[in-house]
């Protein structure tokens, strides 16, 4: 079993097991800096994504 409990990766883990099959994160995988200047152009940037993609109501969450 994984030990990586108290993470979304362990939650991930968890679930997997929860129905008999294996999740395996054995190494990181690099991942990019996201390129946005401060929570409201990440919150504007993701409502713009959002509206380009015609998602609305609770399909949108808390983006809306």
């Not at 993470?7 to 097991?17: I, P, R």
């Not at 190494?27 to 919150?43: C, I, S």
């Not at 994504?49 to 109501?57: E, K, M, P, Q, V």
């Amino acid at each position: 079993g994984a030990t990586l409990e108290g993470s979304a990766t362990g939650a991930a883990a968890l679930a997997f097991e929860s129905v008999g099959r294996e999740f395996a994160a054995e190494t990181p995988e690099p991942v990019r800096a996201a390129d946005f200047k401060g929570l409201d152009r990440y919150r504007d940037d993701w409502r713009g994504l959002i509206a380009g993609r015609h998602i609305s109501g609770a399909a949108a969450g808390a983006a809306q």
